[in-house]
């Protein structure tokens, strides 16, 4: 459904619950409804998205969680 970056809000949810940040939707260019927000995550552990707003006449407040994120060491290489 095309223009949803308008009407919903997302927002992510650090791994300790309380800290938010809210992410900037926005349209992916050559994809038709398809949306995308940019951030890194840095602290391990499991993040959640919170999704609220409209599709049309149909209310949305949902949460996902996340893939769980590893610490840096599990990552580097050499």
Known sequence: MP???????????AP??????????RGVHGQPDRYTADFILTQPGAYQLH???FIGALE?????TLHAVG???ELRFP
Do not use: V
Request: net charge negative; no cysteine.
């Open 16 to 25: 300790d619950g309380a800290t938010t940040r809210p992410l900037p939707l």
């Open 51 to 53: 999704l609220t707003g």
């Open 3 to 13: 223009n949803l970056a308008s009407s919903l809000t997302a927002t992510l949810i």
């Open 71 to 73: 610490t840096l060491s």
């Open 60 to 64: 949305l407040d949902l949460t996902f």
